[in-house]
């Protein structure tokens, strides 16, 4: 604990001892950046490679013969198409089909999970996964976990030469390398890469065996929050809330065709009633015209100046080479190349409805 | 001869007889990280102290940059809508915002001088 009342990460000490600069994030004290800076600490991960300390995000191990069922009512997700090893991107809904939070969910087992939480919602879902699991034969165990992330074109062949096979993984698969750890091929900046959990004991040595390789260098929470954005993923708590759906959070792609008529999940009927409906806005990239970043909270209008929806993400894309923002707009106005205009300080900012991502992901799918 | 005076804001204040050119300090440009962009006054724009006379954007955040004192802002650096980084790179030099005309150089009184401005932030 900080002064703040803010939690302290594990690795704390390293990351003071490399210049870190903190900040507050989601109850935690997070390096925002280091001595290299935001810009040239983002545009090194699309080059190189980059080292994310991510242990404010929550682990949960769901296991028991109940363990897909538990699942399968928290969130619209099949998990018998869940092969072993295998990962998801999935939403746990509230009644409404409003997005509680967005999750990365692994099979390790016939009747074993691991579910990959933010930082800000883990209380939220560990008792929510914890009371839906109420007359279920599931534990939902919250693990105590150093977290780190390495993303970018070099993160393969760094985690080779580190020691650590894992050579096997595909964007989207995961394994325990060892007891205690686990590890995917995934991230959140739109480059290849891997996020691997592992006790505290073993963090210090891992970081220092990564880090031994010239390539790799420490990233802040502002070049995480630029790389994803540049990306096109979504900021829970900005850019999906409880108060948005997975319609028009333009995130149907993430619910089983199977599932999206109906199933068992929280929020099922929602969901289909909202698909049936269609969006009264939708989810969409926004590329400001000229330099000035537009920021999450700006209103958007149309040329008349009616309010047609809102920014939830802004900032600048240093490899987009140009602000880049994503925000919700009227279904009417979500096509690409749309113009519409900014709220920036009473200036009106030409903004233009842009597809995600504003750079191509380059993920590892085998 | 010019004198150049500091705020508590992180700003400061090169004055030359009743015109003074403005810019923020070395600390603050650590703090705010690398600038993406500066929304630049217009010439002829008449401040009050406390007044926002530049908003400077960092990959993360938009900043606030108040007039020090009242006057009226005669001219923008330019340079840096195509360079908005000289702010990070030069920021008591190339990197200064914008000049201004003082309504009242007593007010100049209130402000710290270089030694106190070292105290601040030490």
Known sequence: MTDDGLKSLPLEDLHKSAGARFGAFAGWSMPLTY???????????????????????KLFEIEGPDAGRLLETACPLDTSALSRGQ???????????????????????????????????????????????????????????????????DAADIVARSGIDAAGLTFMTGFEPQPGWFMTRSGYTGEDGFEIAVPLSDAADLAERLLADDRLMWIGLAARDSLRLEAG??????????????????????????????GRFEGASAFSAALDKGPAQRRVGLKPDGRQP??????????????????????????????????YVSTSLASAGTRIFADVRGTKVPVDVH???????RYRKG | MSKTYFTQDHEWIRVEGDTATVGITNYAQEQLGDLV???????????????????????????????????EIVEAN????????LVNSAPAGDGWLWKMKLADTSQLDGLLDAAAYEKLIA
């Not at chain 1, 390790?108 to 930082?119: E, Q, T, W």
């Open chain 1, 233 to 262: 993923l979504c900021l829970h708590g900005n850019d999906i809330t409880e108060e948005t759906d997975p319609v028009e959070a333009a995130l149907v792609w993430a619910i089983p065709k199977s599932l999206r008529e109906g």
């Open chain 2, 78 to 85: 330019a340079a840096l809508s195509s360079d908005p980084a």
């Open chain 1, 294 to 327: 537009v920021r999450g909270g700006a209103t958007l209008t149309d040329e008349a100046g009616n309010p047609v929806g809102r920014v939830t993400s802004g900032g600048f894309g240093p490899s987009a080479g140009h602000p880049v923002a994503i925000g």
């Open chain 1, 355 to 361: 597809s995600l991502p504003f750079t191509p992901h």
């Open chain 2, 37 to 71: 962009f500066v929304e630049l006054p217009e010439a002829g724009k008449v401040v009050k102290t406390g007044d926002t006379a530049v908003v400077v954007e960092s990959v993360k955040a938009a900043s606030d940059v108040y007039a020090p004192v009242d006057g």
């Open chain 1, 87 to 153: 990962s998801k991107y999935t939403l746990l809904l509230n009644a409404d089909a409003g997005i509680i939070d967005d999750l990365i969910v692994t099979r390790l087992g016939d009747h074993r999970f691991m579910v990959v939480a933010n930082a800000g919602n883990a209380d939220k879902d560990g008792a929510r996964l914890k009371a839906l699991a109420a007359g279920l034969n599931a534990a939902v165990t919250p693990l105590d976990r150093v977290f780190l992330a390495i993303q970018g074109p």
């Open chain 1, 35 to 57: 001595p290299p800076g935001v810009l040239k600490e983002h545009l090194h991960t699309r080059q190189h490679a980059g080292l994310f300390d991510i242990s404010h995000m």
